[in-house]
């Protein structure tokens, strides 16, 4: 089999994956299902927020563990089997859990949401070392973009999918009954674009680094790279401030929902129009990519985060939180493949793993935005709290004018 057929079955089987796991994880997306489920068993602000969090943040606690035994590993996709079944397990958990407990016993559902989000949350910490790793050996830095840009048209794909199917399901079944079977579905859907991903064939990796004999020194040795790399430092800074938008993005729905009256279809509405504006942006973001303009869609994705938050400030209709949802999912995808590639251009190929794992884990400090944002809430409005979201990210806006491409 050529070379190019090969890469082009990867390409298939990458972008099969992005679609499953996209219809999959809709499920919990922040915006929308996982505040109001949340809400619905505990009423509380704060644990929509410390919920939210749960959900990406579990992975900053692994990343440079990862990452410290990962740079000796000549192969990644043995270790991602364990990270797939860890996230599958954890999906079809809560669903379970919710499904037969949540009507009697909310508390145990409550509590077995935030266990499922912590081990769902946690093995992406493993993951995403592992995983962007072999992206990096599967693909060249020339179509990398472009590849990650089509990938993430398809999970807008997914993401319209499961939105209209999320609005049926709780159109059709009543809560926490409906919440439940989002899960256990999306559950299997997973499995699917696992079995794509995990059919990739992973190049054996020649330039491996060497493993420190120590985790203490690993760490040493990172901070070092750290200090040394200011474009490294420039581009973690910016991608946390690009995370200001999470102080704000799982009250929004809640703001709505006491704004007017909310059922399920509006909800899955809601879903598809973020979808389907990340879905069309990468039309526009692969295009930037192919011709290595990084910047500009970091650039481009900031002010659509900006027009985001003042929609959420001015929008009395439903037509103009569609219009709100639509640019959010632009701006969420624009961030996550700019900086994704930008990583893999910058990083030497034998301490790769390290430089993901120090992007990603120092600027995942942000997934912990939603705490202070549900503070905020607590004690001001929502007036108050999307207009700080507002002015950080004017200033990431500004900040990220230091960076530079690379190619």
Known sequence: MSKDVDTLSAKVKYSVHGF???????????????????????????????????????????????????????????????????????WFFIGVMVYFFGQEYPNIALASIGLGLFIFSFAAGFGSVYFNEIIA????????GKVIAIRQFFMGLGAIASGASAGWILSHFEPPHSFGLLFIFSALLMSIGIFAFGSIPEPVKIKVGIKEKRFKTFILNSQKVLKEDLRLRRQIITYLLAYAHLLSLPFIILDVS???????????????????????????WARCSSKGRNLMIIHLSFL????????????????????????????????????????????????????????????????????????????????????????????????????????
């Open 20 to 90: 499953f796991i996209s219809v999959a994880t809709t499920v919990a997306e922040p915006a929308t299902i996982l505040p109001l489920m949340v809400y619905y068993f505990s009423g509380s602000p704060l644990l929509v927020g410390l919920f939210a969090s749960l959900l990406k943040g579990g992975s900053v606690l692994v990343q440079l563990f990862a990452a410290f035994y990962a740079q000796s590993y000549p192969r990644m996709m043995p270790y991602l089997y364990g990270v797939f079944a860890a996230r599958i397990f954890s």
């Open 137 to 144: 050996k599967v693909f060249s830095n020339k179509e990398r």
């Open 258 to 284: 006491e704004r007017m009256t909310l059922d399920g279809m509006d909800i899955g509405l809601f879903i598809s129009a973020q979808m389907s504006g990340g879905m069309l942006s990468n039309l526009l």
């Open 304 to 407: 659509l985060y900006i027009f985001w938050i003042v929609m959420a400030l001015v929008s009395e209709s439903v037509y103009a939180f569609v219009a709100l949802f639509f640019a959010l999912g632009a701006a969420m995808d624009g961030m996550r493949l700019a900086f994704s590639n930008m990583i893999l251009i910058i990083s030497p190929e034998e301490k790769r793993p390290v430089y993901i794992a120090l992007q990603s884990n120092l600027s995942s400090i942000g997934l912990f935005f939603s705490i202070p944002g549900a503070l905020i809430l607590q004690y001001f409005s929502y007036e108050i709290l999307y207009s700080v979201t507002l002015a950080v990210l004017i200033a990431g806006f500004v900040y990220s004018f230091r960076l530079r491409d690379e190619v």
